[in-house]
T-cell receptor, first 115, second 115 residues
């Protein structure tokens, strides 16, 4: 079945450092790919998405490029802030037999940004 | 635009009891999905509802059941609660029953503790 693998955390960075969180996937076909962020005690917020190969999703300074050849969707940010501290989930969308879609998530990567 | 809301926020139940969790979808969305997120893990798909019918189901036993109402709100029912059912239950809504390209928007979740 489809699956998503993320780098394990926690990832601890100093403010203004460069961030990369690795994500690779296994899937049949060409799923849409997503990054979601979860702040402590909250639900998931959609951060960015890409729907086809070579698409780049971006939002709030975060970027990720859909790489079909390496089946990857790594999350990057040039300069992190303390407010970026959260858990980040990579996910892929797959079609259900009855139509519609479900999301398959990785295990999440906790990011801690320190002053 | 109203986002996805869930109730209650927290719930404590005893093993063997039954529980009902509720979700109101984002305005304009007609599809609701439910996910279970165990501590330190990514969300796992339970099932999805569209037009008041179950549209797809993950690897969860039949004691997990659901409903969708004409106003697109939804309930998740869990019978014969087990200790392992302790988790954050997330509801997500989306706007179409199509090819899997549509992102899902999550509510804040209901934290269920089974003792």
């Amino acid at each position: 079945g489809n699956s998503v693998t993320q780098m394990e955390g926690p990832v601890t960075l100093s403010e203004e450092a460069f961030l990369t969180i690795n994500c690779t996937y296994t899937a049949t076909g060409y799923p849409s790919l997503f990054w979601y962020v979860q702040y402590p005690g909250e639900g998931l917020q959609l951060l960015l998405k890409a729907t086809k190969a070579d698409d780049k999703g971006s939002n709030k300074g975060f970027e990720a490029t859909y790489r079909k050849e390496t089946t990857s969707f790594h999350l990057e940010k040039g300069s992190v802030q303390v407010s970026d501290s959260a858990v980040y989930f990579c996910a892929l969308s797959e079609v259900l037999t009855g139509g519609g879609n479900k999301l398959t998530f990785g295990t999440g990567t906790q990011l801690k940004v320190e002053l | 635009e109203t986002g996805v809301t869930q109730s209650p926020t927290h719930l404590i139940k005893t093993r063997g009891q039954q529980v009902t969790l509720r979700c109101s979808s984002q305005s304009g969305h007609n599809t609701v999905s439910w996910y279970q997120q165990a501590l330190g893990q990514g969300p796992q798909f339970i099932f999805q509802y569209y037009r008041e019918e179950e549209n797809g189901r993950g690897n969860f036993p039949p004691r997990f059941s659901g409903l969708q109402f004409p106003n697109y709100s939804s309930e998740l029912n869990v019978n014969a609660l087990e200790l392992d059912d302790s988790a954050l239950y997330l509801c997500a809504s989306s706007s179409a029953r199509t090819s899997g390209r549509y992102e899902q928007y999550f509510g804040p979740g209901t934290r269920l503790t089974v003792t």
